[in-house]
């Protein structure tokens, strides 16, 4: 009975932990229009695309993008904006960017310039940076500020005292966004009555034994030097004892001198071989003498 209890108690537990489920993320973004405008439109720009350029006098061709953000509280944390090349002229020397702007535009294909929106940079901009594939990336997430965005994509300025030339076209504008955190309800607190009845489980206990008693050695006793009263009422350190040298006796005096002889004669020995055998090898060579 005690076993089902402590089940139950567990189930109930568990069930307390439980929260309502969490609401679906905002700040999802979309694009849902895009417009170009140019001096002299280029009819090779895809559909749906957009084109961007500029000559030494100035921009010649900007485009905009209408995006609509999913909660109005909330704004995406990443808004990655990415434009792919289409036919370029001048691609490499090009730079591009991102300003907002007011949201009273139509949409158009190779309009005017002069119903074109035009960019307030001063609010913010953000550069599109030109990586491999011929595509043009940028995180324009600051400059979303609504439900409802408009971006203008024009030349950036590179400082020069020519600007460069160059005209872009490009397929239809992506955009990636990754919402804000979701926002979770307060999760639900359960009171879960004591059952007294359940037996507590005790402490675990632990017996290691006993051990031996452990034996320290003896303390060593400090060094007392040796001292010698004087007359003057002092104490001084005694003089240590000089090392005796053990001195050989007379019989191992004589057992040397027998020694160095002995290895006298073998040296002389060798030494006279040599030279017979030099003598000898001279005489057949006709270098000395024969008797």
Same mark, same amino acid.
């Given at each position: 009975?005690?076993?089902?209890? =402590?089940?139950?108690?567990?189930?109930?537990?568990?069930?307390?932990?439980?929260?309502?489920?969490?609401?679906?993320?905002? *700040?999802?973004? $979309?694009?849902?229009?895009?417009?170009?405008?140019?001096?002299?439109?280029?009819?090779?720009?895809?559909?749906?695309?957009?084109?961007?350029?500029?000559?030494?006098?100035?921009?010649? $061709?900007?485009?905009?993008?209408? /995006?609509?953000?999913?909660?109005?509280?909330?704004?995406?944390?990443?808004?990655?904006?990415?434009?792919?090349?289409?036919?370029?002229? *001048?691609?490499?020397?090009?730079?591009?960017?991102?300003?907002?702007? !007011?949201?009273?535009? @139509?949409?158009? $294909?190779?309009?005017?310039?002069?119903?074109?929106?035009?960019?307030?940079?001063?609010?913010?901009?953000?550069?599109?940076?030109?990586?491999?594939?011929?595509?043009?990336?940028?995180?324009?997430?600051?400059?979303?500020?609504?439900?409802?965005?408009?971006?203008? /994509?024009?030349?950036?300025?590179?400082? @020069?005292? /020519?600007?460069?030339?160059?005209?872009?076209?490009?397929?239809? #504008?992506?955009?990636?966004?990754?919402?804000?955190?979701?926002?979770?309800?307060?999760?639900?607190?359960?009171?879960? #009555?004591?059952? !007294?009845?359940? !037996?507590?489980?005790?402490?675990?206990?632990?017996?290691?034994?006993?051990?031996?008693? /452990?034996?320290?050695?003896?303390?060593? @006793?400090?060094?007392?030097?040796?001292?010698?009263?004087?007359?003057?009422?002092?104490?001084?350190?005694?003089?240590?004892?000089?090392?005796?040298?053990?001195?050989?006796?007379? !019989?191992?005096?004589?057992?040397?001198?027998?020694?160095?002889?002995?290895?006298?004669?073998?040296?002389?020995?060798?030494? *006279?071989?040599?030279?017979?055998?030099? =003598?000898?090898?001279? =005489?057949?060579?006709?270098?000395?003498?024969? =008797?």
């Amino acid at each position: 009975m005690k076993q089902h209890r =402590r089940w139950a108690f567990a189930l109930v537990a568990t069930s307390a932990l439980a929260t309502t489920p969490v609401t679906a993320a905002e *700040g999802q973004a $979309s694009i849902t229009e895009v417009g170009w405008w140019s001096v002299a439109p280029v009819n090779r720009t895809p559909e749906g695309g957009l084109a961007v350029g500029q000559t030494f006098q100035g921009s010649t $061709s900007v485009a905009a993008v209408r /995006i609509t953000v999913a909660g109005a509280a909330d704004k995406p944390e990443s808004a990655v904006l990415t434009l792919t090349e289409a036919e370029t002229v *001048g691609a490499e020397q090009a730079v591009l960017r991102v300003c907002p702007a !007011d949201d009273d535009w @139509e949409k158009a $294909s190779g309009g005017s310039m002069e119903d074109a929106p035009a960019p307030a940079c001063d609010r913010g901009d953000v550069l599109l940076r030109r990586v491999l594939g011929g595509k043009w990336a940028g995180d324009v997430a600051a400059l979303l500020t609504g439900p409802t965005n408009s971006l203008v /994509i024009l030349p950036a300025a590179t400082g @020069e005292p /020519i600007p460069p030339t160059f005209e872009l076209t490009f397929q239809p #504008p992506a955009l990636e966004a990754t919402g804000a955190p979701p926002t979770t309800s307060s999760s639900t607190t359960t009171t879960v #009555p004591r059952d !007294d009845n359940v !037996d507590a489980v005790p402490p675990p206990s632990f017996d290691f034994g006993s051990f031996p008693p /452990i034996s320290l050695p003896a303390p060593v @006793e400090a060094f007392t030097p040796m001292t010698t009263p004087v007359d003057n009422g002092t104490t001084a350190m005694a003089p240590a004892r000089a090392a005796r040298v053990r001195m050989p006796t007379s !019989d191992q005096g004589r057992n040397v001198r027998w020694g160095l002889l002995g290895l006298y004669a073998l040296v002389a020995a060798f030494i *006279g071989a040599a030279a017979g055998t030099s =003598r000898h090898q001279l =005489r057949i060579r006709g270098l000395l003498p024969t =008797r």
